[in-house]
């Protein structure tokens, strides 16, 4: 089994910055994404970026598109996302999720093993 552990993110003024890790231990080499998914209050988990841990390919949503980035170090099974240009409605519950293949990266129901979740606000 994988199980990311995340760390980073926190509280923020609007325009500020924040980064997340996420280390992925267990058995790594069934993941084919790793993703930063949030959730706000009373909404869906939303996808927000993935990368393709074979490649380095990577997707965002059209809401973070341009001011989120996310990156992968394989020899440590360990993502980054760095959020830039950070706006009040950015204000969520953040996770790192990683996924075995099956499933498009876009769908939060395809990914298998999820860190704890840390909250992130902009003020």
């Known amino acids: 089994d994988v199980q990311p552990v995340e760390s980073g993110g926190g509280s923020v003024q609007a325009g500020g910055s924040l980064r997340f890790s996420c280390a992925a231990s267990?058995?790594?080499?069934?993941?084919?994404?790793m993703g930063w998914i949030r959730q706000k209050p009373g909404n869906e988990r939303e996808v927000l970026a993935a990368i393709y841990t074979r490649d380095g390919t990577t997707h965002y949503a059209d809401s973070v598109k341009g001011r989120f980035t996310i990156s992968h170090d394989n020899a440590n099974s360990t993502a980054f996302l760095q959020m830039n240009s950070l706006e009040p409605e950015d204000s969520a519950m953040y996770y790192c999720a990683a996924k075995s293949p099956g499933g498009g990266w876009y769908a939060p129901g395809s990914y298998n093993a999820w860190g704890q979740g840390t909250q992130v606000t902009v003020s």
């Open positions: 267990g058995v790594t080499a069934d993941i084919n994404y």
